[in-house]
């Protein structure tokens, strides 16, 4: 997919974006014809569309043939519109659920989808599309973006062998495997992967210590055999994480070591993210057995 520009009274960047699988969902709207007066507004016409009334009372049929945009959706972190045939539009802007401009598409003849990437950390909630003819607001369309994380399954490389990656020679017993599902409508980015507590090499101080290091993100991309900065997660998407600093090793004076009675405790599996800029977490119990040597106990994983 080619880069897409940001555009907006303060002057945004470009991006390029992986592609990613999408969905379409119907969504609520209201056609409106109105018309804009007004030497100062038209002077304003690039900000066109940033005020406007609620969006409680746009419903209706999202397939009726009279609507000029009938379907909204995401794509990645781009946020796509498709336009009825022969809609009658020049431009479309895009309106922050705050109500500030975000963006504006020219509406070339024949033009029947226009696209918008959403800023790495964009602002969840409802966001309008509003569309123009000769500075005259013919169209009006909301669409709820709300990322949604769930962590579903966490596991250890060395008892779920069949879960880890394939094709590298690292060893993958140590690691992690972290299981996330997207249950909202828009695309989240996941920043850093985390293990805080009783796991025998945690990534605090009494362990491999990136919790605040920015620079680290403890997600392991088997593709590169290397660890990545972030993964986007689109809507409706689940992906795979995997572990980059082998949460679940022994090493001596980190962490839990193996001891000659079993043992007991919890951890906490967090996920920092970009949009929402809070920390998805979930707490595990974790047992380990008994032992004479401090790396050779199993290790049991269950949900609290």
Not at 42 to 53: D, I, T
Not at 113 to 126: C, D, M, Q, W
Not at 236 to 264: E, I, K, M, N
Request: proline share 5%; glycine share 10%; net charge negative.
């Amino acid at each position: 997919m080619p880069a897409i520009d940001y555009f907006g009274c303060s002057g945004l960047r470009s991006s390029s974006i992986r592609p990613m699988k999408h969905s379409y969902s119907d969504l609520s709207r209201r056609t409106v014809s109105r018309t804009i007066a007004g030497a100062a507004l038209a002077g304003l016409a690039g900000c066109l569309g940033a005020g406007g009334s609620s969006n409680s009372d746009r419903n209706t049929n999202p397939l009726a043939s009279h609507d000029l945009i009938k379907h909204v959706g995401i794509q990645g972190m781009t946020l796509v519109a498709e336009l009825a045939a022969g809609a009658d539009i020049d431009r479309i802007n895009l309106i922050e659920p705050n109500g500030e401009f975000v963006g504006q598409r020219q509406v070339a003849g024949g033009t029947q989808r226009v696209s918008f990437e959403l800023r790495p950390a964009y602002t969840p909630g409802k966001y309008r599309l509003v569309g123009l003819k000769n500075e005259e607001e013919v169209a009006d369309v909301s669409y709820g973006i709300q990322p949604d994380l769930r962590i579903v399954d966490v596991g250890i490389g060395k008892y779920h062998p069949d879960r880890m990656w394939n094709g590298s020679s690292r060893d993958t017993d140590d690691e992690a495997f972290v299981a996330v599902k997207n249950r909202g409508t828009g695309p989240d980015i996941i920043s850093k992967l985390l293990f805080i507590g009783d796991v025998p090499y945690p990534s605090d101080e009494d362990g491999t210590n990136y919790e605040n290091n920015d620079r680290v993100s403890g997600i392991y991309d088997p593709s590169s055999d290397s660890e990545q900065a972030e993964v986007v997660i689109a809507a409706g998407d689940q992906v795979t994480l995997y572990s980059s600093r082998s949460p679940f090793a022994f090493v001596p004076g980190a962490g839990v070591s193996c001891l000659a009675q079993p043992q007991s405790g919890q951890f906490e599996l967090i996920l920092e993210n970009q949009v929402q800029e809070t920390k998805i977490s979930r707490t595990y119990d974790i047992e380990y057995s008994a032992s004479s040597e401090f790396d050779s106990c199993d290790i049991d994983i269950g949900e609290v």
